[in-house]
């Protein structure tokens, strides 16, 4: 036969219990109020106090003042990648042409500024070298020798220097011959050529 328990320990004096299943639910009660307590506790559902929510509101706001200036960062970005991209292609549009076209063009160039110059035109030779990450650029390289004076040398390279196709003047080197004012001079003037998507250069 089950003893009688007095729960006056738990604060229910003068009680007794004589079934053991009522001994457990009033601890599993007690654990229960407990755990709730401890959950209330930690979690604050209700809310912190006044201090907290201000010190929250705070955070939040630097936290979307963050986000709306990263907001507007990113926007410029964009709009200096789009006006990058057109001015690019503004760019190719205006002094990049098709291989066949820009050389021709070129030739004739450096022969209208030769004669234009007082300045005689020897042998030449064209290089045409890919552009590392563009499947359709490529630098055509032209290689010519002149004969002239150095003021006929110094009017040709100011006119090519002026002239309406993007030329790049790589190099040039320029030996005077043996009993005269007349220099030899070999060029290499760089421009930019389109390549039809694929092709082999």
Known sequence: MPRSFSLSKLGLTGVQVRDPR???RAVLGLLLAANLGAAIWAFKPFGGSAEDLRRQEVA???QLQELQLRLV???SLVDKVEKAR???DQFLGKYVADRRTTFSGIEEEINKAAKESGIKRREASLVLDPIE???TL???TITAGF???YASLTKFVNLLDKSPRFLIIESMVAAPQQGGQTLNVTLKVDAFVKEPAGSAI
Do not use: A, N, P, Y
């Open 22 to 24: 009522v001994i457990s």
């Open 60 to 62: 939040l706001r630097g």
């Open 73 to 75: 960062k990113s926007k």
């Open 86 to 88: 057109t001015q690019g």
């Open 133 to 135: 990450g563009s499947d």
């Open 138 to 140: 490529s630098m055509m």
């Open 147 to 149: 004969e002239g004076t």
